[in-house]
């Protein structure tokens, strides 16, 4: 996106970091930060461009090596590969996809077996055969499809995110940050679906 963009631009230069952590936009001037999920801040604008959903996956060879996985009590005995930075236990919450089978919405307590904080990492480690991981969808559907991991309990979601782009707000906002969230909008949820429809 931003190459395409810098086409369209020539003089447009841009600094692109990637981080994990919350950065502060005013004090580390910042212009836009791309953020996933919900935002707390209301003195912030946000501006939604995809919303995607989270896949439960595993490799094919930990699912074979694995005790059967038929609801998500069983997760709890599983080797759990999460995102975080501890191996404290986590909660995982899975909505049925077909309510008519009049199953209700459950949660069940994961200990990690592997924690880290960086997906594309999660991704590796779980078609390494390390365990089960809740994966962004727009990540993995290319390696489900090939049959590299395949989906555990693939009736159950275990949610969905969003991707957002955060500035200061209208007045702090120039002609060119104006021009790359407009490029963004109409570039970004394109290509995200279509990563969802190749799988």
């Given at each position: 996106l931003v190459i395409a963009f810098q086409a369209r631009h020539p003089n447009a230069r841009v600094a692109l970091t990637s981080t994990e952590r919350y950065v502060d936009l005013l004090r580390e001037d910042i212009d836009v930060a791309f953020r996933i999920g919900p935002h707390?801040?209301?003195?912030?604008?946000?501006?939604t461009f995809a919303t995607y959903g989270i896949h439960l996956v595993a490799s094919t060879a930990y699912v074979a090596g694995a005790p059967p996985i038929r609801t998500?009590?069983?997760?709890?005995?599983?080797?759990?590969i999460v995102f975080g930075t501890d191996c404290?236990?986590?909660t995982w919450s899975l909505t049925p996809l077909d309510r008519l089978t009049g199953r209700a919405?459950?949660?069940v307590t994961v200990t990690p077996h592997l924690a880290l904080n960086d997906f594309s990492g999660i991704l590796s480690a779980t078609l390494a055969g390390a365990g089960i991981s809740r994966v962004p969808s727009?990540?993995?559907v290319e390696d489900v499809a090939s049959g590299r991991l395949v989906r555990v309990l693939p009736h159950w979601s275990p949610g969905s995110d969003s991707i957002s782009a955060i500035t200061l707000g209208r007045r702090n906002t120039s002609r060119l940050q104006r021009?790359?969230?407009d490029h963004c909008a109409d570039h970004l949820p394109t290509r995200l679906a279509e990563r969802q429809v190749r799988g």
């Open positions: 707390a801040d209301s003195t912030l604008t946000v501006r998500p009590a069983d997760l709890a005995s599983h080797r759990a404290a236990p986590q919405a459950g949660s727009i990540l993995c021009l790359f969230l």
